[in-house]
């Protein structure tokens, strides 16, 4: 994947990566809110050689040595039993010798003979008193082994300095290390969960995904507009009659309706199947409008709704119901009597569907629907609705008669299995599929809405009165 790929993953998925930051952070909180406290003291003592060893050495130098060559062993002393024993008999604590060596540490400055002895306990008071009781314990221990058992009476001694210090906080849990922990795996999680659900989520998010997995052509993207992915409308084309609202899926419309009409300059298609996988992805809509689109731009079009399990062309356009195509297949009416001429330029016929009959398919499939759609690209650019691909054969029926079919896909609905199985059975009647249309597109706000606000709803801006007469003088 690419850099461009990787930001819109997160893009996509960006409100599961927040959730799981957000959770990471409340459980790391938690956590350390339950924790118990604990408390960390450090006292100090000092290795030194007595006067008695160090002038029988000959000089304070070799005394330095000597306490340097003890210290490593005190190191040890500080984790024996016998000083917890000592600890736990002057502070009269309630716990195993085993228990209480945990809770200390014993550590040696680099080139020094200086202890530090660090103690954790509940309570700041217990924290230093255990400190302090482990020196005094340890040095004990040493005369005991190195002396006769007084205070003071071995060579080399550990000698108490300074004291421990009453601890203002705790030393665990640390709040913001553990919080901060919480939020990168939370953030770690929320990444990992944009991965997967971008592996596994096979649903078609933008026009890329459709050219990479299935190698088709994207000839338009229509934006997803409020009120229309729940119901149907015609849109009006005029500039002065286009609704702000609808601004954009009427310039996306132009734009398919532009790449229509250049994608073939030799040969371009004259009649053209609009399908779509399954129902619900917006085939009527589109087609209705692509004619409406067409047909605003001079086009002579007819459309024809083909769909004869659930036509929308009379009730989308307010047509009454009644005769239609299927009249017009069994010789019952002419299209003259049953096709309805649409808009101010009049360029738009519109035949629907008539009474639906028991075998659609065999009806579409038949010679007078070849013979009709002949008929009709006579008159201008042929546009048909059809059911969807995936459910019944007459999508590919129509589009075997035809120069080509425009398939609808939803964003964020259509698969990517589900629109190569529709592509497939289409071509299996070598169908000439002519593009895919990606329908209700999730618009990004920003300098394009700005841009559509402006252009559908204020005039051009009136020139400057100075160059206004700048020009005028000029022209003279």
């Not at 009379?314 to 299927?326: D, I, K, M, Q, V």
Request: charged fraction near 20%; glycine fraction near 8%.
């Amino acid at each position: 994947m690419e850099l461009r790929e990787y930001l819109h993953l997160l893009r996509a998925h960006w409100i599961g990566i927040v959730l799981f930051t957000l959770l990471g952070l409340g459980v790391a909180l938690g956590w350390t809110i339950l924790q118990p406290r604990v408390y960390t003291a450090t006292a100090s003592g000092y290795v030194t050689a007595s006067d008695l060893a160090a002038g029988e050495a000959g000089s304070s130098l070799v005394g330095d040595q000597l306490a340097r060559s003890k210290v490593t062993s005190y190191l040890d002393i500080g984790s024996w039993r016998v000083v917890a024993e000592s600890a736990i008999d002057e502070l009269s604590l309630a716990t195993t010798p085993e228990a209480l060596v945990t809770k200390v540490s014993v550590a040696n400055p680099l080139d020094t003979v200086v202890i530090h002895v660090s103690a954790t306990a509940s309570s700041p008071e217990s924290a230093r008193d255990l400190a302090e009781a482990w020196i005094r314990g340890m040095t004990a221990a040493i005369d005991e082994i190195e002396g006769d058992g007084t205070p003071g009476s071995a060579p080399v001694t550990l000698v108490p300095g300074d004291s421990a210090r009453l601890p203002s906080s705790p030393s665990s849990p640390n709040l913001m290390l553990n919080v901060a922990l919480g939020g990168v795996i939370g953030l770690a999680l929320g990444v990992g969960y944009a991965v997967i659900r971008s592996v596994l989520d096979r649903r078609i998010r933008n026009a890329d995904d459709i050219e990479r997995e299935t190698g088709a052509s994207v000839v338009g993207t229509l934006p997803l507009e409020r009120g229309l992915d729940t119901r149907r409308e015609v849109l009006s084309f005029s500039t002065q009659q286009t609704a702000p609202q609808r601004f954009a899926l009427t310039e996306a419309l132009r734009e398919l309706r532009a790449n229509l009409q250049f994608m073939d300059v030799d040969h371009p298609p004259r009649s053209i199947v609009v399908t779509s996988p399954f129902a619900g992805d917006g085939k009527s809509t589109t087609a209705a409008n692509l004619a409406m689109s067409l047909a605003a731009a001079g086009e002579r079009v007819a459309l024809v709704d083909a769909d004869l399990r659930r036509p929308t062309m009379a009730s989308l356009f307010r047509l009454p119901e009644g005769a239609g195509l299927t009249d017009v297949l069994t010789g019952t009416a002419a299209i003259q009597d049953v096709a309805y001429t649409i808009g101010e330029s009049r360029n738009l016929l519109v035949l629907t569907a008539g009474r639906i009959p028991p075998n659609p398919s065999e009806v579409l499939g038949s010679q007078r629907m070849r013979d009709l759609i002949t008929t009709l690209t006579t008159h201008g650019l042929v546009i048909i609705d059809s059911p969807p691909t995936l459910l019944v054969s007459d999508a590919a029926v129509l589009t075997a008669a035809c120069d080509g079919a425009l398939v609808i896909v939803s964003s964020g609905r259509t698969t990517i299995e589900t629109l190569q199985k529709s592509l497939h059975n289409l071509e299996k009647v070598h169908g000439r599929v002519l593009g895919v249309v990606l329908n209700k597109a999730p618009r990004r706000h920003g300098r394009n809405d700005a841009y559509y606000s402006y252009s559908a709803q204020e005039p051009p801006p009136e020139r400057d009165a100075t160059v206004a007469d700048v020009e005028r003088t000029r022209a003279g």
